[in-house]
C-alpha cells in the first residue's frame, strides 16, 4: 500500500496529511499559493516547516490541492519546488476547489464553496468538475471571503463610517492608522492575508448592526455573484468549507434560507473529508 501525502493549501495556511495504511500524521504549514510565491520561496516553506514533520518518511504519492492551482504556470511553479523535496513521488496537483468538492460531496453531486481566506465555488457531479464561476482574485473578485470582508473593514474605518464605539474599538485593537493600512494593502507581500486578518474584529463585535451588515452584504455578494449562476443550486445542496464559512455559518444558514435553498455540509476545513475519499480510494 503506498504511502500519501495529501495537501490542502489556502493563501494563509496549509494542512497536510501523512497517510501510511490507517496510521495519520497532520502537519500545518503557512500557506502555499504560487499567485503569491516563487519557487524557491515554496521550497523554503517545504525544507523549513514540511519535512521536519515528516521525520524522515517518503511518500509515494502527493495529492495538493491548492489555492491559484488551476492554471498551467502555476502548476509549473508548484512542481517544481515539491519535485526538488520529493525527487521520486508521484506529484498529482489539482485546484483547492476540487479539494473542497472531494470533501464536501464524495462521490456525490452538489455546490461545493470555499470561503476562507479567499472566495470559489463550483458544481461538482460527483466525478469532476463541471461548471466553476471564477474567482478572480481579492483585487476583482473573492466575494465573500476573509479578504474581502476584510477590505470592508478597512473601508468602514477610513472613510469614518463606523460609529464613535466601533472606531474606538478598532483603534484599540489594532492600534493603526491610515498610512500603516494603504502601506501594507499596497507596497508589502501578501496584501490578501493582512486584509483577512481583519474578520477578528467582526467576530469580536457579533451583534452591532454595521457588523452584522458587513457579513451579510460578504455573502449576498457571493450568493448572487457565484451561487445563483448555478441552476443546480436549487435542486441540490450548497456546501462551504474554509474558516470564514464555519465561523459565520449562522449567517449562511439564513443566507440559504432566504434564497430558497437547502444548505449542506459546512465544514472548518476539508482536510477530514479528503482523507476519508483517498482511504477509500486505497
Not at 247 to 273: A, H
Amino acid at each position: 500500500m503506498s504511502i500519501q501525502l495529501i495537501a490542502d493549501s489556502g493563501s494563509t495556511k496549509a494542512d497536510w496529511c501523512l497517510l501510511d495504511g490507517k496510521k495519520k500524521r497532520k502537519i500545518v504549514t503557512q500557506g502555499i499559493s504560487p499567485y503569491f510565491l516563487s519557487t524557491m520561496q515554496i521550497k523554503s516553506i517545504l525544507e523549513k516547516e514540511l519535512l521536519p514533520g515528516l521525520r524522515g518518511v517518503v511518500p509515494d504519492i502527493i495529492h495538493f490541492y491548492g489555492t491559484g492551482c488551476s492554471t498551467p504556470i502555476n502548476i509549473s511553479i508548484l512542481k517544481q519546488a515539491l519535485r526538488q523535496s520529493f525527487a521520486k513521488a508521484q506529484l498529482k496537483i489539482t485546484s483547492d476547489i476540487m479539494g473542497a468538492a472531494k470533501a464536501l460531496c464524495g462521490d456525490n453531486k452538489g455546490v461545493a464553496c470555499i470561503l476562507g481566506t479567499g472566495s470559489n465555488s463550483c458544481y461538482y457531479n460527483g466525478k469532476k468538475i463541471v461548471n466553476n464561476s471564477p474567482g478572480l482574485g481579492f483585487i476583482l473578485g473573492d466575494e465573500g471571503s476573509g479578504a474581502y470582508m476584510g477590505k470592508k473593514v478597512i473601508q468602514y474605518f477610513l472613510y469614518n463610517t463606523f460609529d464613535s464605539d466601533l472606531m474606538d474599538r478598532f483603534i484599540a485593537k489594532y492600534s493603526t492608522d491610515s498610512a500603516t493600512i494603504l502601506d501594507a494593502v499596497y507596497r508589502q507581500p501578501l496584501p490578501n492575508r493582512y486584509l483577512a486578518g481583519f474578520v477578528g474584529f467582526l467576530v469580536e463585535n457579533r451583534g452591532h448592526f454595521m457588523i452584522e451588515n458587513i457579513i451579510e452584504d460578504s455573502f449576498n455578494d457571493f450568493f448572487f455573484t457565484h451561487i445563483c449562476k448555478y441552476k443546480e443550486s436549487w435542486t441540490l445542496p450548497i456546501h462551504f468549507t474554509g474558516s470564514v464559512a464555519y465561523g459565520f455559518k449562522d449567517v449562511l444558514k439564513e443566507m440559504c434560507q432566504s434564497y430558497v435553498l437547502e444548505l449542506g455540509n459546512v465544514l472548518k476545513q476539508p482536510m477530514d473529508g479528503l482523507i476519508k475519499y483517498h482511504q477509500l480510494q486505497q
